[in-house]
């Protein structure tokens, strides 16, 4: 018997909610194989088997959310059986009116939570799911034969207090789930019935104002990054860096590559230029850790690539970017840039960065300033190449393409004079890419 467990993705993540199962109880699954979609805080993606056998014992339900580490579900050798168990933690709790009684039951978690939001008493209620569980159609089954219309516990408070009778009103939320607004709404449209309307001139329309919900990714992004900037005392570095030789290079090596291969972007190039820098200034490439107070100098460069979504961004990492040619690195990153942009990304994919890219040339973006992704000690953002006049050797103006890049570092174990000397290192690389040879 293995367990399937909710991952832990990243240094802060501790919870996972369930989109969807892929795979049902009872099906033969096979290792690798696809079996759930988990939403976490910095992306969606597809948990895999991590056995042969027989998928059991599913302790969550679609739209639960659930502790890093915490069993969610088994799979079955042959011959074994699954164990008598109960919902992983952070699951909703009973019933108000089953826990008032002591009365145990046995609901998933989902059909708890829906007969909390309906008011239904699940003691009521015969289960149809294995070993006569309580599921959630059973839950909707009986409410609808009780006439009871699902709104949320703040809904039903209002409807009590406004005397609203809520199998009247309709809900704007999900699955039609009555809100607190959609009650005040209603009880407002009595009260202008019940009484005569005022003679006034009539008001222009209110603008209807769109909304889109704080939560998930982007609330989870928020929240580090606002911990980032208040605990970092970020320093910053600019460089304009010429970047004819780097172009030059790039433009021979894609010409090398066969038909098909993926063409190495700038960001390629820039990973293996970071890295190279890396090595020759450990303390760039360093963790704080305040609770053991050390620092930790990372062996490896791991360079993680800023990729922006439709709602937020996300931080594929290219592990030991260092040891990677640059036709392997052009092909990661094109690979986990697509895939990051469908939720295809594995867990290992997504933790052990040790320093951040984020590459906003693409966009227009000249400069600015990127916030620091913990437990990292620094990020580099970079902007466009512009073409602009520089003297030459004998003192005569050239057009040549400059880039920006813009260091950030934590200056809590980042001196000045060493982010300075890692920039320095850096253009050398950039602008005199044989340099990365020696």
Sequence with gaps: MKDVIMPKLGFTMEEGSIVRWLKQAGDTVTQGEPIVEITTDKTNMEIEAPATGVLADLRAAEGDTVLVTQVIAVILGPGEKAPD??????????????A????????????????????VDLSTIEGSGPRAKITREDVVAAAAAAGKPRATPAARKAARELGVDLTGVAGSGPRGRVQAGDVSVAAAAVAAVALPAPVVEAAPAPIAIKTLPFSGMRKTIALRLQKSAQEAPHITFDADIDVS??????????????????????????????????????RINSQLDLANNVIRLMPEANIGIAVALEDGLIVPVIHGAGGKGLAALGAEVAD?????????LRPAELSGGTFTISNLGMLGIDRFNAIINPPESAILAVGRAVKTFVPDAHDQPVLRPLMTIRLS??????????????????????????????
């Design 409 to 438: 570092a934590d200056h809590r174990i980042i001196d000045g004079a060493v982010a300075a000397l890692f920039m320095r290192d850096l253009r050398e690389a950039l602008e005199r890419p044989d340099t990365m040879l020696l």
């Design 336 to 344: 986990l840039s697509a895939r990051a942009k469908t939720n295809k």
């Design 85 to 98: 168990s109960s919902p992983a933690p952070v699951a909703p709790a009973a019933a108000p009116e089953a």
């Design 100 to 119: 008032a009684r002591g009365t145990a039951v046995h609901a998933t978690p989902i059909a708890q939570a829906v007969a909390r939001d309906l008011g």
């Design 245 to 282: 030789a780097l172009e030059a290079l790039r433009a021979r090596a894609n010409a090398r590559l066969p038909e098909g291969a993926a063409r190495i972007s700038l960001t390629a190039v820039l990973a293996k230029a970071c890295a190279w820098a890396l090595v020759r200034h450990p």
